[in-house]
């Protein structure tokens, strides 16, 4: 019995790690922290202050970690494994040594390095250096140098189309320019280039720069595309669209212009500009227009289609044709309104937070008979020309002041601002250059009944006469300002939302519509009513 009882003691001796009265190795390092960028990985643990250092130990898979590190002191339990692949799973482990030998190592935990996806920024300022450095067979280009702190090297791509594929040699991140040899003479040739970073994302490429080699007898692109407008009374603005921005000899563009198609008889040289005005013009006359490009070699391009623009009469939106006048009927309106409002006054009760409107012959004081707020919202025109003078919506700002009269009836006042910048059309609806600002001040008077829908909510309904002051400035003298004031009428309907916080028991929110005609009764052929959407915020008192 003794004898197997010694047995199983030698037994225990002999195997590792097996409590620490049996063994003298240092502790397993715990809780080890994996952090990781694109290309390393930093490690943290808790280790053993008795310990004369530890190893780290990883690989990519969780049984085979192939690769180690010593940190020689026992005080510093943080190491940072280099030179990782990006998008990478690792495996890590730590054990602690000293000079009786090496704990177990730790769990393996694994952690993915980063991968940069993000592509540089493409190249931008391709050009030649020079028009002198195009030759037969060479041209030296030029670039803006990209700012990744990662950008690894430039790709030049050229070839006789848009989309060759041609490359020359990786050019590195120092450098913003490159001669290139070896192209054929009075050959046109399509350059672009691309950047690409350490983790090997490419930009997009650049737009082609386009070079033509000496001898060079072919021609620059046409304009894309030749317009004119209206931009001033008697003025036709022309505008020549660039169909040579990447071509690297581009000198400049003709206008040729005159009232006779097909006949063109005046020109005018505008260098690299690409707008034109022409001045002083006969009303009703029709203008035709086509233009061309030519580069620093004196090669032409063939000319544009011919375009055209007429000098006709403008019209503004308050006045066409004459058909908008000013005019009052508020004062009879508002005498009708008055009439048989009766000498008592029902009044608003309060229950608790709630808000009830009862018949009654006297005025009950917690929240008063008087109302005050103020509107924001969106005004939509109800006349289809308004859209092509300034827009389909106009910002609406307001305020209103209300009376109760009685349980159910009210009546208020409310006066609102408007201002649009527009322009002129011509009057066969063609758009000018030349600008408009509209403003109007409405300014109505409601009478409304009152519902409560339920505790703290109540409906209403209103009608009642408007007179609105327009304004309507152009940004040419020839305009004399229209300024009126215009009558018409209303309609509405929404709902108060009372507060139901007792100390804020007589504040709400108010949403309504409202729809109104402002033509002075249909006397004015342009109305310059519509809808109002609006949200506001009132105190009752």
């Known amino acids: 019995m003794k004898r197997q009882w010694v047995f199983s003691l030698l037994i225990l001796l002999l195997m590792p790690g097996l409590g620490v009265a049996l063994s003298n190795t ?106 002198q450095s195009i030759t037969e067979n060479s041209v030296t280009l030029k670039w803006d140098k990209n700012t990744e702190s990662d950008l690894d090297h430039y790709t030049i791509y050229y070839g006789f189309t848009d989309i060759s594929e041609d490359e020359l040699p990786e050019l590195g991140a120092a450098v913003s320019s490159v001669k290139v040899q070896d192209l054929e003479k009075s ?32 021609p620059p692109n046409p304009p894309t595309k030749v317009s004119g ?28 212009y005159g009232v006779t198609p097909g006949n063109l008889d005046q020109q005018v040289d505008l260098g690299n500009g690409f707008t034109y005005t022409l001045t002083d013009l006969a009303e009703d006359s029709t203008w035709y227009f086509s233009a061309l490009s030519y580069d620093s070699r004196g090669n032409e391009s063939q000319r544009t289609a011919e375009a055209s623009a007429k000098v006709e009469k ?56 008087n109302i005050a707020g103020i509107f924001a919202g969106y005004y939509l025109p109800v006349e289809s020309q308004f859209e092509d003078y300034y827009g389909n919506h106009v910002l609406l700002v307001s305020a209103f002041y209300e009376r109760q009269l009685n349980g159910w009836v009210s009546m208020d006042v409310e006066g609102g601002f408007m201002k649009e910048k527009g322009h002129l ?28 829908l339920m505790d703290g909510i109540v409906g209403y309904a209103g009608a009642g006469p408007d007179y609105w002051y327009c304004q309507e ?65 009132f105190y009752q008192f």
């Open 229 to 256: 407008y209206l931009s001033d009374l008697r003025e036709i603005t022309i505008t020549i669209e660039d169909g040579n921005a990447q071509m690297a000899d581009f000198k400049g563009n003709i206008l040729f």
């Open 26 to 131: 240092p502790n397993v390092p715990y809780n080890v922290e994996l952090t990781a960028t694109d290309n390393t990985i930093t490690v943290d643990w808790t280790g053993d202050s008795n310990a004369d250092g530890y190893y780290v130990y990883w690989g990519t898979t969780s049984g085979t970690l192939d690769q180690d590190a010593t940190v020689n002191n026992s005080t510093t339990t943080e190491y940072t494994i280099p030179d990782l692949t990006p998008g990478t799973t690792y495996y890590v482990a730590v054990s602690s040594f000293d000079e009786d030998g090496e704990s177990n190592r730790s769990v393996a935990e694994n952690i993915t390095t980063t991968q940069d996806i993000a592509k540089p920024a493409t190249p931008t300022g391709l050009d030649v250096t020079s028009i």
């Open 473 to 537: 400035e152009t940004d040419t003298e020839v305009y004399p300002e229209i300024e009126e004031w215009v009558g018409g009428c209303h309609a509405k309907t929404g709902v108060k939302l009372y507060n139901t916080d007792e100390t804020y028991r007589n504040t709400g929110a108010i949403i309504e519509t409202s729809y109104s005609w402002i033509t002075r009764l249909g006397d004015n052929d342009t109305d310059i009513g519509g809808w109002a959407f609006k949200f506001g915020l």
């Open 314 to 369: 403008t019209e503004r939106f308050l006045n066409q044709p004459d058909d908008f006048d000013g005019g009052c009927f508020i004062a009879s309106a508002a005498e009708v309104i008055s009439e048989d409002l009766g000498a008592e006054s029902p009044a608003v009760e309060t229950t608790g937070n709630l808000v009830t409107y009862v018949p009654a012959r006297k005025i009950i004081e917690p929240l008063g008979a």
């Open 187 to 218: 050959t046109r040739y399509y350059f672009r280039i691309s950047a690409s970073d350490t983790a090997g994302n490419i930009s997009d490429k650049s737009k082609a720069l386009i070079v033509d080699t000496l001898p060079d007898t072919l």
């Open 425 to 452: 059309l011509t009057v066969s609806g063609a758009e000018t250059g030349i600008g408009s600002k509209l403003t109007l001040v409405p300014v109505a008077l409601s009478l409304n009944i009152y519902h409560e």
